[in-house]
């Protein structure tokens, strides 16, 4: 992939590093946020709600 891109070997190692940790770090956010919701026992907002009053539609 170096050969084909130009980069160094460093550097697509550097990144896909980068990359992985952005991902782990996301899931990880996303399972503490999922946690801290489910322990509250509110409900959740059906995603066309979420829409509606977030007016993304335009």
């Given amino acids: ?6 980069r160094t070997k460093a550097f ?7 990359q992985g940790i952005d991902d782990l770090e996301d899931a990880l956010l996303g399972a503490s946020a999922l ?4 322990r509250t ?3 959740a907002i059906p995603l066309d709600q979420l829409v509606s009053d977030l007016d ?3």
């Avoid at 992939?1 to 130009?6: I, N, P, S």
């Fill in 35 to 38: 946690e801290s919701h489910r």
């Fill in 12 to 18: 697509d190692l550097r990144e896909l590093i980068e």
């Fill in 56 to 58: 993304l539609d335009g």
């Fill in 41 to 43: 026992g509110q409900p």
């Fill in 1 to 6: 992939m170096a050969v084909d891109t130009g």
